[in-house]
């Protein structure tokens, strides 16, 4: 393919994309594939001879788009939003054209600096601290992860490096793997798996802390489990609080929680994965209150600000930790302008090597729908989250199992968890709308994410009618079967 046919194909491809996220809403949200469809539709092996683009691109259609999860569309309301803009599509065009792999500054200084830039930008978009922002000399900054989960892992391999080096300096009898058998990292009971993985990779024990009635981590309950664990010998040297946790969107008590943390010698990270995008409205901004006292924060811009996958963005107040564990300097990385203080290597604050251009589409999104753009995406999907929230409570049979705050609504029907187990199988298996479920405490909980950028309100009615339609449906079934039952 030369540039010539690159332009044509690629005005085509435009095309198709813009007619797929167009028409979006006219196909089945979920595929009618069982697992292992794909191979027998493609050759065994890789063709000798090159295939024209129009072979490829028929193949789509038939192969690919059968098996597609729609995530953008408007009757998608599993997990959390996955973010998607015409601007970002557009810069991620961009970033593949330039294809530059961004480790360090010299490695291509535009891709280093504009992140820099940008990570500003949307601190203060959300009022981080300034100890946060690299600006005006500052000891923090940001830096875009792939995701949240490489940004807890991040975080904890720099707090374990950082208290392994400050006890070792306090007690220099006692060896590297002496230290490592006795700390102690600790999340909410509520926290997101990624959390345990990372302390999994990191070699370190994991504690969960109890959240309180309304699911959230409470200073008490952290301080208790520190005193004990102490008392045991052992070291805690960092604790995850989340905002917006993934099972029901709770916020864990960062104003008590932040202190301990200080006080202890604990980094404190705080994962903001979903919730993180709200606080640049300023009235969802008192939900951050607290972040004074963290040592990284981190949210998902690619969840919920328009976006496209990835771009997790992460900041440090201070941005030697991160660097202090993981800098590694062979001489084919190296460049003049590495020890001036003047630049930034980003290899040194993540786990892989290479990066791409992902600034970009931050930039993009940011200049092309301004803060007020975005802060209307956010508050409309709030909006949508209370319109089916005040739907769920008009029906007696359903109950609200969460405080709703943004756009995650937990409900169930009033009953047994087999009996809400089976609603959520008619529900998935009759692919208008999908949902997925949680447990909270031992209850089986279904959850409604708003997700797509396009959906409206028509949507949300659409779908509790049909929500209501399979339950009225189901609970009839449950009852002519408990009929049966007494009667034999």
Same mark, same amino acid.
């Given at each position: 393919?030369?540039?010539?046919?690159?332009?044509?194909?690629?005005?085509?491809?435009?095309?198709?994309?813009?007619?797929?996220?167009?028409?979006?809403?006219?196909?089945?949200?979920?595929?009618?594939?069982?697992?292992?469809?794909?191979?027998?539709?493609?050759?065994?092996?890789?063709?000798?001879?090159?295939?024209?683009?129009?072979?490829?691109?028929?193949?789509?259609?038939?192969?690919?788009?059968?098996?597609?999860?729609?995530?953008?569309?408007?009757?998608?309301?599993?997990?959390?939003?996955?973010?998607?803009?015409?601007?970002?599509?557009?810069?991620?065009?961009?970033?593949?054209?330039?294809?530059?792999?961004?480790?360090?500054?010299?490695?291509?200084?535009?891709?280093?600096?504009?992140?820099?830039?940008?990570?500003?930008?949307?601190?203060?978009?959300?009022?981080?601290?300034?100890?946060?922002?690299?600006?005006?000399?500052?000891?923090?900054?940001?830096?875009?992860?792939?995701?949240?989960?490489?940004?807890?892992?991040?975080?904890?391999?720099?707090?374990?490096?950082?208290?392994?080096?400050?006890?070792?300096?306090?007690?220099?009898?006692?060896?590297?793997?002496?230290?490592?058998?006795? &700390?102690?990292?600790?999340?909410?009971?509520? =926290?997101?798996?990624?959390?345990? %993985?990372?302390? +999994? $990779? #990191?070699?370190? *024990?994991?504690?969960?802390?109890?959240?309180?009635?309304?699911?959230?981590?409470?200073?008490?309950?952290?301080?208790?489990?520190?005193?004990?664990?102490?008392?045991?010998?052992?070291?805690?040297?960092?604790?995850?609080?989340?905002?917006?946790?993934?099972?029901?969107?709770?916020?864990?008590?960062?104003?008590?929680?932040?202190?301990?943390?200080?006080?202890?010698?604990?980094?404190?990270?705080?994962?903001?994965?979903?919730?993180?995008?709200?606080?640049?409205?300023?009235?969802?901004?008192?939900?951050?209150?607290?972040?004074?006292?963290?040592?990284?924060?981190?949210?998902?811009?690619?969840?919920? &600000?328009?976006?496209?996958?990835?771009?997790? =963005?992460?900041?440090?107040?201070? %941005?030697?930790? +991160? $660097? #202090?564990?993981? *800098?590694?300097?062979?001489?084919?990385?190296?460049?003049?302008?590495?020890?001036?203080?003047?630049?930034?290597?980003?290899?040194?604050?993540?786990?892989?090597?290479?990066?791409?251009?992902?600034?970009?589409?931050?930039?993009?999104?940011?200049?092309?729908?301004?803060?007020?753009?975005?802060?209307?995406?956010?508050?409309?999907?709030?909006?949508?989250?209370?319109?089916?929230?005040?739907?769920?409570?008009?029906?007696?049979?359903?109950?609200?199992?969460?405080?709703?705050?943004?756009?995650?609504?937990?409900?169930?029907?009033?009953?047994?968890?087999?009996?809400?187990?089976?609603?959520?199988?008619?529900?998935?298996?009759?692919?208008?709308?999908?949902?997925?479920?949680?447990?909270? %405490?031992?209850?089986?909980?279904?959850?409604?994410?708003?997700?797509?950028?396009?959906?409206?309100?028509?949507?949300?009615?659409?779908?509790?009618?049909?929500?209501?339609?399979?339950?009225?449906?189901?609970?009839?079934?449950?009852?002519?079967?408990?009929?049966?039952?007494?009667?034999?």
């Amino acid at each position: 393919m030369d540039a010539a046919e690159f332009r044509k194909r690629g005005k085509e491809m435009v095309d198709y994309i813009a007619d797929y996220l167009e028409t979006i809403d006219k196909r089945q949200v979920f595929p009618d594939v069982e697992p292992g469809y794909l191979r027998p539709l493609i050759a065994d092996c890789a063709p000798q001879d090159p295939e024209s683009f129009e072979d490829v691109f028929k193949d789509i259609e038939k192969i690919i788009m059968p098996g597609v999860t729609h995530w953008h569309s408007p009757y998608f309301f599993a997990y959390f939003p996955a973010a998607s803009s015409f601007p970002a599509l557009l810069a991620d065009m961009l970033c593949g054209g330039i294809g530059c792999v961004g480790f360090s500054w010299a490695a291509s200084p535009a891709c280093t600096e504009l992140e820099t830039v940008v990570l500003d930008w949307l601190g203060k978009m959300i009022n981080l601290p300034e100890e946060f922002l690299a600006e005006k000399d500052g000891q923090g900054g940001g830096v875009i992860q792939g995701s949240a989960s490489e940004a807890t892992l991040v975080s904890l391999l720099a707090a374990r490096t950082k208290t392994i080096r400050r006890v070792q300096s306090e007690k220099p009898e006692l060896t590297e793997a002496d230290i490592m058998g006795r &700390l102690v990292a600790y999340a909410s009971d509520q =926290a997101h798996t990624s959390v345990e %993985r990372a302390a +999994l $990779i #990191g070699g370190v *024990k994991i504690k969960n802390v109890s959240s309180d009635d309304a699911f959230s981590v409470c200073g008490s309950a952290l301080k208790k489990v520190l005193d004990e664990d102490k008392a045991s010998g052992l070291i805690p040297f960092f604790f995850c609080a989340t905002l917006g946790t993934t099972p029901c969107c709770s916020f864990d008590r960062l104003l008590e929680l932040g202190p301990i943390c200080n006080k202890e010698n604990i980094w404190m990270h705080i994962d903001a994965a979903y919730a993180g995008s709200a606080f640049i409205c300023p009235e969802f901004r008192h939900l951050l209150n607290g972040v004074e006292f963290a040592d990284s924060f981190n949210f998902n811009p690619h969840k919920w &600000l328009l976006v496209n996958f990835d771009c997790s =963005a992460m900041w440090v107040k201070k %941005r030697s930790d +991160l $660097i #202090g564990a993981f *800098k590694l300097e062979p001489l084919y990385l190296q460049h003049h302008h590495q020890d001036s203080g003047l630049v930034t290597d980003y290899r040194h604050w993540q786990i892989p090597l290479g990066r791409r251009f992902r600034s970009l589409k931050l930039w993009f999104v940011l200049r092309m729908y301004g803060v007020t753009g975005l802060q209307e995406h956010i508050r409309k999907h709030v909006r949508l989250s209370h319109q089916f929230e005040h739907l769920v409570r008009q029906d007696e049979r359903f109950e609200i199992c969460a405080e709703v705050i943004l756009g995650l609504v937990c409900f169930r029907l009033k009953g047994s968890n087999e009996l809400n187990e089976a609603l959520l199988k008619s529900i998935n298996e009759a692919k208008k709308i999908h949902l997925v479920p949680c447990h909270l %405490r031992e209850k089986f909980v279904l959850r409604f994410a708003i997700c797509s950028r396009m959906v409206e309100s028509t949507h949300i009615k659409s779908a509790w009618q049909h929500i209501s339609q399979l339950a009225t449906d189901l609970l009839k079934t449950w009852e002519q079967n408990h009929h049966q039952q007494k009667q034999q």
